[in-house]
């Protein structure tokens, strides 16, 4: 019947009619239209050329503040014609946003908050609105978060909060928003449903604890929302999140510390949070996910140890509290993300020397590193993987580092490592070999050799595009190279002298004054 009517031109007509001033010709009118564009682009389009939808916002503006029964009907009506009509359209919706619906729909939701149909015909309208990208500024510049949250407080039934929740994850996702709903109260609702909900065992009941308790870690992920839940550590939202974390539930385990990892996202808070105990509270909770553990509870609470790593002074407090030992229970995992974490938290730890010895020379640790240097599936593993293994040749310095890791077969990975596409990870692999070549030549250079280092070197300085930092590490390793008589001779085939004398003259002061150094170097070893 849609194209039928669209084909017949009644769609100007019809249009034409919300100019009447007679009341039941605009609501049978926008029935008649809502129907029209139901799942009919044809109908959409017609209505969109006739600029029927500009005539229905500028109705919901005037009509807006009129509380008897008539209206709210037609203010229903009209709310859901233009939700027919831009339903799953972005374009159509980006349309309505440009034309004002938002702030229109928000003083709505508040003057006829007690009309159950008309509320949640503005509920569904901002929940598809709120997807657009391009509607969060115009939401936040309205006093949505204040509505939502009142409406939010009142509603008992599981369906009409589930509409709200809705609607309160996407806006959540902005910065601005996550403070309003802070501020207007919404934490205070969300601890309020864990505490109900926490030991139910009805499937709605579980529905909104995970709702809420994800909801609440999302406001956590705004620094300004965050630091004022925080409240310097005092705060009683921060007080009840730390108390999920030795819950026997995994929904409130796995908020919890997906909580403290975005509480720990500056110096202040993580210095605090580990001076008062929470790595230890971590810690247990990881040991209750060794065997057969909840991988989202693992993967958080990495998350979560590896923010905390980051401070200098957090470290040794966090090394001495056994750290290690309890991420290292996990590198048996076969989950990406939790292998990602667990690397990511040893290498913020290993800054120390004693530290990076003594992981070093962990053999299982470097043969599981040696493996996942090949997870080519997993990008992040790779890469988190390649540089703990230069790392704790970095930060060691030792021989008998150096050689567990030629053993366990990762000279190989860091040479692939210095061609990198991220210079920070081309300039620790160039850095660790040089200590490798420095230290322990004799024991890496059949490795060395079968890697092609030489060769590539050789390209990375040719390389226009190559950083100053990164020519300078290679002639460095270059000149370090000279004492391995097989590595020599590939240095002198491949007419290094021409490529190092070019750079004497590079922009950059270090590297032209080691192009120097590497020259002579080369000349008198020739």
């Not at 807006?64 to 709210?72: L, R």
Request: proline fraction near 2%; charge should be negative; glycine fraction near 6%.
């Amino acid at each position: 019947m849609r194209i039928p009517c669209v084909d017949a031109g009644l769609i100007s007509p019809l249009v034409q009619l919300l100019n009447s001033k007679d009341q039941e010709v605009l609501l049978q009118t926008g029935r008649a239209l809502g129907n029209i564009c139901y799942d009919s682009h044809e109908g959409r389009s017609a209505v969109d050329q006739a600029g029927g939808a500009q005539i229905v916002i500028d109705h919901l503006r005037s009509l807006c503040s009129i509380t008897d029964p008539a209206n709210e009907k037609l203010l229903t009506v009209f709310c859901g014609m233009l939700m027919n009509y831009s339903n799953e359209n972005d374009s159509l919706q980006a349309q309505l946003i440009n034309m004002g619906v938002i702030p229109t729909l928000v003083k709505l939701l508040g003057i006829h908050c007690q009309n159950a149909a008309l509320t949640e015909m503005c509920l569904v309208a901002f929940g598809n609105l709120a997807e657009l990208e391009s509607s969060k500024e115009q939401f936040a510049s309205t006093n949505i978060a204040e509505e939502l949250v009142k409406l939010f407080k009142k509603q008992i039934e599981h369906d009409k909060r589930e509409m709200i929740f809705e609607v309160l994850a996407p806006l959540a996702e902005n910065d601005a928003i996550k403070l309003q709903l802070v501020e207007a109260g919404l934490v205070e609702c969300l601890l309020e449903i864990v505490q109900q909900k926490v030991d139910s065992d009805k499937e709605d009941d579980i529905t909104e604890l995970k709702t809420g308790s994800d909801l609440m870690v999302l406001l956590l992920l705004g620094d300004e929302s965050m630091q004022k839940l925080f409240e310097g550590g005092k705060g009683g939202v921060f007080q009840r999140v730390l108390s999920w974390i030795p819950s026997n539930n995994h929904q409130l385990q796995l908020a919890g510390a997906l909580a403290i990892a975005n509480f720990a996202r500056n110096d202040g808070n993580c210095i605090h949070m580990v001076d008062n105990g929470i790595v230890e509270k971590l810690m247990d909770l990881l040991d209750r996910h060794v065997e057969d553990g909840n991988v989202t509870v693992q993967h958080a609470a990495l998350s979560a140890l590896r923010n905390l790593a980051i401070p200098v002074i957090n470290k040794a407090k966090m090394l001495s509290a056994g750290v290690t030992e309890a991420v290292l229970k996990f590198l048996k995992s076969e989950m990406p993300p939790v292998q990602f974490k667990l690397l990511g938290t040893l290498r913020m730890l290993i800054d120390a020397q004693e530290a990076a010895e003594q992981l070093g020379k962990n053999v299982k640790l470097v043969e599981r590193l040696v493996e996942w240097c090949e997870a080519k599936d997993h990008a992040g593993v790779m890469g988190e993987s390649n540089r703990l293994l230069s790392a704790l040749i970095r930060h060691s310095k030792s021989k008998d580092v150096i050689k567990t890791i030629v053993q366990s077969g990762g000279i190989k990975h860091l040479v692939t490592m210095a061609t990198s596409e991220h210079v920070i990870m081309q300039n620790e692999a160039l850095v660790a070999l040089a200590l490798i070549a420095a230290l322990e030549l004799g024991t890496a250079e059949k490795d060395l050799e079968s890697a092609k280092l030489v060769q590539i070197l050789h390209r990375l300085l040719a390389d226009e595009r190559s950083a100053p930092e990164i020519k300078y590490n290679s002639m460095v390793l270059i000149c370090a190279l000279m004492g391995s008589e097989c590595l020599h001779k590939e240095v002198q085939d491949l007419a290094f002298l021409d490529v190092v004398s070019k750079l004497r003259s590079h922009e950059n002061k270090s590297v032209a004054q080691q192009a120097s150094l590497t020259e002579q170097r080369l000349t008198v070893e020739s």
